[in-house]
């Protein structure tokens, strides 16, 4: 069964705390009207391999940004669906996934990943106009804080992907359940991304309860993308048309790469819009081969941002990208991705 509950919580951040020797969480004292949180962020598993995978993006422009700014602070509930403000770090195409880095929090050059954590909260400590976002499940107890001494005690842990999981954590498995750490930092109209994962957690997973799948055994070879040897990377977004001139063909488009060795036939492929629908592909792609598709039927320009993902036929996901507002205001130009 998937986690218990599932929340967002908007906050300022106050302090911090660095794991200490055998603890796997990084702590967070956050406060919203008056109430403190406490956020516990894990630095490593206590399973092996320990050391996390992590994600910082620094310009961090997803759409699901415009969301979480009209929230009031505080603790709200979140459904674990598509279209709202739940997380997915396979379907919401939030960040290339070859670009996670493994730390661990006792690195042999003394570097670790409380380091890290400190250093991008102590940032957002020190800006007066900062909000943090906590993606994770909620708990409260009629204790004092063990760790940052308020009452009653409350707060977020799972604050990392939540699906995948080995088998001995098959129970905490679910769709759209991610947590993640998001930081607005208004005065420089910029957002930071925080996103972790355990190794043992697989990218490949099922669509309706979030287990981990296994690679067919006439997968090909995995194709090498950013250092990392990913089995559904053979096909990527390249570009995107979506908000075409009018003197164009009234179609939005995509341009697909094939950066595989062989030739990929995208029969029973889509390529799927969110809300804005799914698109059927055909024919084949050479070796190295790009090549603009048009989307069709005609669509309403798209001045909202979104996120586009290429699935296989078997529906799992190969590549996925998004937009911004800003990029979508463009029209008649291409989106690079």
Known sequence: MPLKSYAVLKARPKATRSSGEGHPHFQLQLEANGEFY???????????PSAMEYLIKLRFGHPITASLRRLPPG????ERRPGGLALDFIRLNLFPRDQFLTLSSAHANGAD???????????????????????????????????????????????HMNQGNDPCHLEQDGVWQDGAVLIEHPRQQRWTGLFLKFQSQSWRTEPLEGHALPLPEEEPVPAPCGGRRIPECTVRI?????????????????????????????????????????????GRLAPGEAREIPLGPALPPNHHGGILTLV??????????YYTPEQAAHAGWRIPF
């Open 238 to 282: 390249a570009a995107a048309l979506v908000n075409p001139l009018p003197t164009q063909p009234s179609k939005e488009a995509v341009t697909l790469l094939n950066i595989s060795p062989q030739t990929v036939d995208l029969s029973g492929w889509q390529v799927t819009g969110g809300e804005r629908g799914k698109w059927r592909l055909q």
């Open 312 to 321: 296989n036929r078997e529906g799992l996901k190969v590549h996925g990208v």
């Open 75 to 78: 603790l709200h509930m979140v």
């Open 38 to 48: 406490r956020a516990a962020i894990n630095v490593r598993s206590m399973l092996e």
């Open 113 to 159: 990943l409380n380091d890290v954590l400190e250093g991008i909260f102590a940032g957002a400590i020190t800006d007066p106009g900062c909000w943090v976002y906590i993606y994770g499940e909620p708990w409260e107890s009629d204790a004092t804080d063990r760790i940052f001494r308020f009452h009653p005690s409350r707060g977020l842990h799972d604050i």
